[in-house]
DNA sequence: TTAATAGTGTCTCTGAGACACTATGTG
DNA sequence: CACATAGTGTCTCAGAGACACTATTAA
């Protein structure tokens, strides 16, 4: 490479391949917890490529919209969502990782409250449970099934399963992030669930009540659980104002 | 929204705007630290639009090309760097965010010790001083200036740069990237100053040398620093392996 | 010798884990 | 009552900051 770097600019701007455009999609992890494992909503392809395998929910880019845009887009199209946090994950753009054509996916991570996605599901569409393999934030692919039946994923979405999972991971130590997928109200003892299914391993609860207490992001609501068939714990909101 | 998702689906196939297919670019901030500042690599526009601002290295993504190694050619192109180390930092995406045509930037941070970086400087290339307004990791653009003077920046470059701090900062307390700024062999005060170069901040001495012996990451040389006007510091090189 | 930085030893403070103990619900 | 879970108080241990002290170089 002796090149200057304005012989190379000039050349660069030569390149009859350098102006051929990619085709982008955004595609949605979408997560929740449900019966204290992560799940994941999956869509089934009913064509090529990949037909009958499953991928996630998501869709081209249009030339308006922002990629936030986009991935708020599919989930309302998707799962008739609106308002859930959602934040950008990672581009995947390895040159054949779709057969058909050039495709870079702009991959998003979506949190929901389980209760709000239960009645969207129909034969196309499903809540698969979401399984990994690895401890803390190794990273590598995840897998996914349904009623014990694992299921095909389409293209690199077992990577990008797998990478959403270690991000949240990461997330969870410093961020509001677990909210997200509790009610409104809700106990310390949900929330370290849900910490718990996230992270795949028990945590300290003694430790875990005084970090959380002390964040300074959960109010009392000042009642408590109802049909406990025990003490009844306080119920608390997240203060997002904090 | 009273659709369901089949129908939805259906519409999305047939939608026209929706395989329209935007540009696509790769644009690294190549960090560096030098005098104890941090410094970008910027490239001066001689079209228009933002004719004579500053812009991040970058190129249009080629079809057969996977993003990482689009960084790994603009780097080379640009700035005659092989196998530096480069790691995707987010994928900006606003609509208008170019004003020609959509582009969405895949945005990449590299770091290099500086010494690999000096001789390639021209007229059009400049390696510019970073200033980071904000403290930690709240975030927000960052700006650049050459001897005193601001430059402007193209397209949303400031918030290119703002994020590529961000990331770094956060990195550090956790990932081995200080060492992708020095030479192959340094002490713990360089290590030291370069942390807190990144981080904006002073650093505690005797904590930090414990965390980084402590880390198993380093490994002595044997040999001490030479021309030091003063007790030579040990000499370390980063262990890869652990 | 002095000035400057390298490097060590130790005290304290803080946060996490562990565990004992009390509180309050159901059956 | 027994039993289960909520919630509190306290001990211990590990890591970070602070600081005193010694070591080693140049001038």
């Known amino acids: 490479m002796t090149r200057s770097p304005d012989e190379q600019a000039f050349l660069d701007a030569y390149d009859p391949t350098a102006f051929e455009r990619p085709s982008v999609t955004v595609d949605v992890v979408l997560l929740t917890v449900l019966d204290g494992d992560l799940h994941v909503l999956l869509i089934r392809r009913d064509e090529h490529p990949c037909k009958g395998c499953w991928s996630l929910p998501g869709g081209f880019i249009r030339m308006t919209e922002s990629l936030d845009e986009a991935a708020a887009r599919v989930l309302n199209d998707k799962a008739h969502l609106q308002g859930v946090y959602a934040e950008q994950l990672y581009t995947f753009g390895a040159p054949r990782r779709d057969p058909r054509t050039r495709v870079l996916s702009v991959a998003y ?12 599901e ?86 875990f009540r005084r970090r959380m207490l002390a964040s300074g992001r959960l109010s009392a609501v000042g009642e408590r659980e109802e049909d406990a068939d025990h003490r009844p714990a306080a119920l608390y909101t997240f203060e997002r104002s904090a």
């Open 122 to 207: 129909d034969d196309r569409i499903r809540l698969a449970l979401l399984h990994v393999d690895w401890q803390g934030e190794t990273g590598g692919p995840a897998s996914a099934s349904w009623h014990g039946q694992l299921l095909a994923l389409a293209f690199d979405h077992a990577d990008i399963l797998g990478l959403a999972v270690k991000r949240l991971r990461g997330k969870l130590d410093y961020a509001p992030v677990g909210f997200e997928l509790l009610p409104e109200r809700f106990t310390l003892r949900d929330l370290q669930s849900v910490h718990e299914t996230i992270l795949g391993r028990k945590l300290n609860k003694d430790s």
């Open 109 to 120: 991570v979506a949190l929901v409250n389980a209760a709000r996605l239960r009645p969207v």
